[in-house]
């Protein structure tokens, strides 16, 4: 078990090209974190950093309150679980659980006991004869993880592993990863690029861009509360409806207006947003705050010119123009909607944001809890 902190945490390659830059972070004992972004935001360089497979330019690396930036990563008893799950092809599965233990010179009594207690957690007993070339994606990726865990780690650092499974391979090992952290309570690094694993299995999200981390905390808070542009677009698909406008008095309220659009914006907001009437500013609500008839105290009617339809079964995803500006709703699937009509939605403004034009920094406001994201009509 392991805290894992970092204090201004950067890498420079070569060519003065970044791989992360300033880093400050803290995992603690137990936990289970997600590191979430693009490919090439730093994600997986961090996560080597930590692992002592990538050498940092400046700040510290400390595990249970040491400073680990010089301890090899043999020493470190962290346990990395790659994409490319790196088993031995001419191995059985036994032999490449117990490979590491081996080459450490633990006792034969010792490795099997280890072997076979990781095997039974991984449902890979009647596997241990076979070799990786007999295995399907998700045995292979079993295997990796009973490697790990057969050392004992304090930490487990799993980079996208997950990735080159389909997608029911991919649910299901999703569940696996969560009951084996329940079961191990080990400290669990994920490094993704994936919304819907960051969304499900970590305890908190670090999401990171161009090398910084731009927002941590909560899957549901970052998702209700997110701190940019960026990170309301990136963290959930369709990703949040972004319209730009301005923000207009109307007596004694606001009025968000953009072309042929008004939406009057919530009592509780008017004293943070008060500042910017008059002012261009970019309006925020997601996809399953559009509803098929009114919702709330805060609900306003709104006109869709409706470009697809996108039926997924259970639920319509519905593209259209709003002010003009593409938006996505996400409706019922009893909801139907002819491509090139124009349909009536409406709008819960409880849930909206407004971000800074130049920079996609959000307004700040009072903050809205986070709300179930699925089953919403």
């Not at 990726?141 to 990735?163: H, M, N, W, Y």
Request: proline share 7%; aromatic share 6%.
């Amino acid at each position: 078990m392991a805290s894992i902190e970092l204090r201004q945490v950067s890498k420079i390659y070569p060519g003065s090209t970044a791989g992360v830059k300033d880093i400050d972070l803290k995992i603690e004992d137990g936990e289970f974190v997600i590191f979430l972004g693009p490919s090439g935001c730093g994600k997986s360089t961090l996560l080597r950093s930590i692992a002592g497979l990538e050498s940092i330019n400046s700040g510290d690396i400390l595990i249970n309150g040491e400073v680990v930036n010089h301890v090899a990563p043999r020493d470190r008893n962290i346990a990395v679980v790659f994409q490319s799950y790196a088993l031995y092809p001419h191995m059985n599965v036994w032999q490449n659980m117990a490979f590491g233990l081996r080459m450490r010179g633990n006792p034969a009594a010792e490795i099997d006991a280890k072997v076979t207690a990781a095997a039974e957690l991984l449902g890979l007993t009647p596997l241990l004869q076979r070799k990786p070339s007999a295995l399907s994606g998700g045995q292979r990726q079993r295997v990796a993880l009973g490697r790990a865990i057969v050392r004992d780690p304090q930490a487990f650092l799993l980079d996208e592993p997950l990735s080159n499974l389909d997608a029911q391979l991919r649910a299901e090992m999703r569940l696996e990863l969560v009951r084996l952290h329940r079961k191990l309570a080990r400290t669990t690094i994920h490094v993704t690029h994936d919304q819907v694993e960051a969304m499900t299995m970590g305890d908190r999200i670090f999401i990171m861009k161009d090398g910084r981390l731009v927002q941590q905390g909560p899957p549901l808070e970052v998702y209700a509360n997110p701190a940019d542009t960026f990170v309301a677009g990136f963290l959930a698909s369709p990703p949040m409806n972004l319209v730009a406008g301005r923000i207009v008095a109307d007596g004694d309220g606001l009025v968000f207006a953009a072309k042929d659009l008004a939406l009057p914006v919530p009592a509780a907001y008017r004293c943070a947003y008060a500042a910017w009437a008059g002012k261009p500013v970019t309006f925020g609500l997601r996809s399953e705050d559009f509803h098929a008839a009114p919702n709330g105290a805060w609900s306003s009617p709104v006109s869709l010119q409706v470009e697809a339809v996108e039926a997924l079964g259970p639920e319509n995803i519905l593209i259209g123009r709003l002010a003009g500006q593409q938006v996505a709703a996400r409706l019922s699937r009893h909801y139907s909607a002819q491509p090139g009509k124009t349909v009536t939605l409406h709008a819960d403004l409880a849930p909206m944001h407004l971000f800074i034009p130049e920079d996609g920094k959000v307004i700040p406001r009072p903050r809205a809890a986070p709300a179930p994201l699925w089953g919403r009509t």
